[in-house]
C-alpha cells in the first residue's frame, strides 16, 4: 500500500508563544507529514523557534492569512492537506482521525468544528459573530456547516490544487466554504478540542473589522457564483421604489389626462429601466457563471481523490 504524503500548513504571524508546541504536537501526531510554517512578517522570533522545532519555514511578504494560504496551496506538494493556526488552540491529536474519515469517507475537505474547552477559549463576541456568519452563507450557498470559520481542515490534493481563491484576509474560511460547496464536493465537519491560547500568544483577528470583511466577502461571492440571485434582488429592489413612486403620477394621468410631477415621473422610469438592466446582467452573468463552474468542476474531476491515495 502507498502512504499518502500529507502536508501540515501553519501560516503564522507573531507566533513565538505557541509555535515550537504546534510543532511538536503535530510531529508526535503524525510522524510522516511534513510541517510547513509560513511567517507572514512576524516581528518576533516565530520563523526561528519554528525552524529549532523542526518544521520547514518559509516567508510570505504580502499581508493577511489568505495572501499566506494562497501560496502554501501553490507551493506545497502533497496528497493530503492539514491547515491549523499556530496559536495552539486545535487539537493535534485529532488530526489522525481527520485524515482517515478524509479517505475512508472519500472526502475532499474535513472541518474540525470547535468545541471550547475552557470559557475564556471562544470568545462570546465570536461565537456569536460565526454564528451569524454561518447562518447567513447557509441560507445564500445552503451550507450545512455549524463552523463555517474553523481554522482546522483537512483536505484533498484536488480540492487544494482547483481552489481560485482571492481573499487575502481572515475571508479565507469562507471562500473555502462556499468552493467547496459549490463544486458540489463530499464534506465533513467533525468535533474537535478547541483550547485557550498559551500565555503570551494574543489573537490577530479583530472582531468588527474582521467580521465586516468577512461579510463584504460573502456579498461579493454571491455576485459571483449566483448573480442571478444578487441582481435579482437589485431588480425586485428597483422594481418596487418604481412602482412605488410610478403610480400616483398613472393614477393622475388617468384622472386627468395630465402630468405634472414630470421629475417623478421620470425617476420612476429611470428606475424601471435600471431593475429590467439588473435582470438582464443576471440573466447573463449567470450564463458565464455556468461555464467557469464546468471549467472549474472539470479541473477537480480531473486528479485522483481522496479514495485513491492508497491504492497498491
Known amino acids: ?179 467547496a460547496v459549490r463544486m458540489l464536493v463530499p464534506m465533513l465537519e467533525i468535533d474537535t478540542r478547541y483550547k485557550e491560547r498559551p500565555v503570551g500568544s494574543v489573537s490577530k483577528l479583530n472582531t468588527w473589522g474582521d467580521g465586516f470583511r468577512i461579510l463584504f466577502t460573502i456579498a461579493a461571492l454571491v455576485r459571483e457564483e449566483r448573480p442571478l440571485t444578487f441582481f435579482g434582488t437589485i431588480f425586485a429592489a428597483l422594481f418596487l421604489l418604481s412602482v412605488l413612486f410610478g403610480t400616483p403620477v398613472v393614477i393622475e394621468y388617468l384622472h386627468t389626462g395630465l402630468v405634472p410631477r414630470l421629475p417623478t415621473a421620470v425617476l420612476s422610469t429611470g428606475l424601471m429601466l435600471l431593475a429590467f438592466l439588473s435582470l438582464a446582467s443576471g440573466l447573463i452573468l449567470d450564463t458565464v457563471t455556468r461555464g467557469r463552474w464546468e471549467a472549474k468542476r472539470n479541473s477537480y474531476l480531473s486528479m485522483p481523490g481522496p479514495q485513491d491515495l492508497t491504492a497498491p
Open 1 to 179: 500500500m502507498t502512504a499518502p504524503r500529507i502536508a501540515i500548513l501553519v501560516p503564522c504571524y507573531n507566533e513565538e508563544a505557541a509555535i515550537a508546541t504546534v510543532v511538536r504536537d503535530f510531529q508526535k501526531a503524525l510522524p510522516s507529514a511534513a510541517i510547513y510554517v509560513y511567517d507572514n512578517n512576524s516581528r518576533d522570533r516565530t520563523a526561528e523557534i519554528a525552524r529549532a522545532a523542526g518544521a520547514i519555514v518559509r516567508h510570505e511578504p504580502r499581508k493577511g492569512k489568505g495572501n499566506v494560504v494562497r501560496r502554501m496551496f501553490a507551493d506545497v506538494e502533497a496528497d493530503i492537506y492539514i491547515l491549523v493556526d499556530g496559536d495552539d488552540t486545535y487539537d493535534a491529536s485529532a488530526a489522525p482521525m481527520l485524515v482517515n474519515r478524509l479517505i475512508e469517507d472519500g472526502c475532499d475537505i474535513v472541518s474540525g468544528r470547535r468545541v471550547a474547552t475552557a470559557e475564556d477559549a471562544y470568545r462570546a463576541g465570536h461565537v456569536l459573530g460565526n454564528k451569524l456568519l454561518t447562518g447567513l452563507t447557509a441560507l445564500m450557498f445552503r451550507v450545512k456547516l455549524l463552523d463555517m470559520l474553523s481554522g482546522y481542515r483537512v483536505m484533498s490534493r484536488r480540492f487544494v490544487k482547483s481552489f481560485p481563491f482571492t481573499a487575502s484576509g481572515f475571508a479565507i474560511e469562507t471562500e473555502l466554504t462556499v468552493h
